[in-house]
């Protein structure tokens, strides 16, 4: 088991509310990555962090921000939830060393559901 | 900019037929290849990965070959189980230059079910 863990892993909220979806790890990488997933579309990326205050855009980051405060914990809110919002979210984290220096291992998801 | 095409699914087969699932990609550079595998109600998980051309990648009876001609990233099996069945995900590395800026760039996924 690679040591990360997304919380919650179900959500159902209403449209309108902000919503703040935790990834954390054990494994002291220093890259981390928030994907969400929807059929047709494969994964898509919405925010990625390169270091401890250190985060940058993905293709898809308007209505969502990202916090990382500290190296374990990577934080992804949706200040005022819509729809277009319900998805399937993934972290990922990336060693930056070795042979697994760009291989992402994937937590197992948290299912976002926006009435 | 980069990006993944994928064969779309379902690919529907029965036990021990050959498997092939296609991918092309555009890229600049000289990105990395991977196949990545969901299975029902998990996250992804990597199934195999090529750093350069013409490399092989292999792994549970999984072969794919990074193809730079003709830009393309097949992934094959010869005999498939009803355990493969699952989400089949082709990927590229996007780096830029900038080893912060890493990150994948994932095709939309083809669903594989294998019929005993």
């Known amino acids: 088991d690679a040591g990360i863990t997304q919380s919650p892993r179900h959500k159902v909220t209403e449209t309108g509310t902000p919503v703040t979806l935790r990834c954390h790890q054990t494994e002291n990488h220093r890259y981390m990555y928030w994907y969400r997933q929807d059929p047709g579309h494969g994964l898509r990326l919405i925010h990625y962090?390169?270091?401890?205050?250190?985060?940058d855009k993905g293709e898809v980051s308007d209505g969502y921000s990202v916090s990382r405060s500290k190296t374990e914990d990577f934080l992804l809110t949706l200040e005022s939830a819509t729809s277009s919002q319900t998805s399937v979210y993934f972290c990922?984290?990336?060693?930056?060393?070795?042979?697994?220096?760009?291989?992402?291992?994937f937590g197992a998801g948290s299912r976002l559901t926006v009435l | 900019g980069n990006s993944v095409t994928q064969m779309e699914g379902p690919v529907t087969l029965s036990e021990e037929a050959f498997l092939t699932i296609n991918c092309t990609y555009t890229?600049?550079?000289?990105?990395?290849l991977f196949w990545y595998v969901q299975y029902p109600g998990e996250g992804l998980q990597l199934l195999l990965k090529?750093?350069?051309?013409?490399d092989k990648g292999s792994n549970k009876g999984f072969e794919a070959t990074y193809r730079k001609e003709t830009t393309s990233f097949h992934l094959e099996k010869g005999s498939v189980q009803v355990s493969d069945s699952a989400v089949y995900f082709c990927a590229l590395s996007d780096e830029r230059g900038l080893d912060s800026s890493y990150k994948l760039i994932f095709g939309s996924g083809t669903r594989l079910l294998v019929r005993p």
């Open positions: 890229a600049t550079g000289y990105p990395s």
């Open positions: 990922a984290i990336r060693d930056s060393l070795g042979h697994g220096a760009n291989v992402l291992t």
């Open positions: 090529a750093t350069k051309a013409d």
């Open positions: 962090s390169y270091g401890v205050k250190d985060t």
